[in-house]
């Protein structure tokens, strides 16, 4: 049974940092894609970060140049650095992981995290 466990999120206050984790466990071929989103009260789920297998990223414009995505491929981890966080980016921060189990490929979802921002 794969799966996926964030951890690090928290109360902090605006201007401050955390650093969420996601670790995958159970039995897998490999990990494509690990995504970081998050739901905002009052929003839809959004994509906060992307990092495929090899390392290339992508972010949302609300978060570039303060959220930095990373993964370490042989503990089936990925990170999210989190600075310069502002009230706005309270939410629960959910990570999303396409993982390989034989010639296929599946969709995981952790149980989210939740940051909260303070003024």
């Known amino acids: 049974q794969v799966q996926l466990v964030e951890s690090g999120g928290g109360l902090v206050q605006a201007g401050g940092s955390l650093r969420l984790t996601c670790v995958a466990s159970?039995?897998?071929?490999?990990?494509?894609?690990m995504d970081w989103y998050r739901q905002t009260p009052g929003k839809e789920r959004e994509l906060v970060a992307s990092?495929?297998?090899?390392?290339?990223?992508k972010y949302a414009d609300f978060v570039k140049g303060r959220f930095t995505i990373s993964r370490d491929n042989e503990k089936n981890t990925a990170f999210l650095q989190m600075k310069g966080l502002m009230t706005e980016d309270t939410g629960i921060y959910s990570c999303?992981?396409?993982?390989?189990?034989?010639?296929?490929?599946?969709?995981?979802w952790g149980q989210g995290t939740q940051v909260t921002v303070s003024t």
């Open positions: 990092i495929a297998r090899g390392g290339s990223t």
């Open positions: 159970g039995e897998m071929t490999g990990i494509n894609n």
């Open positions: 999303n992981a396409f993982i390989e189990i034989g010639v296929y490929e599946y969709s995981y």
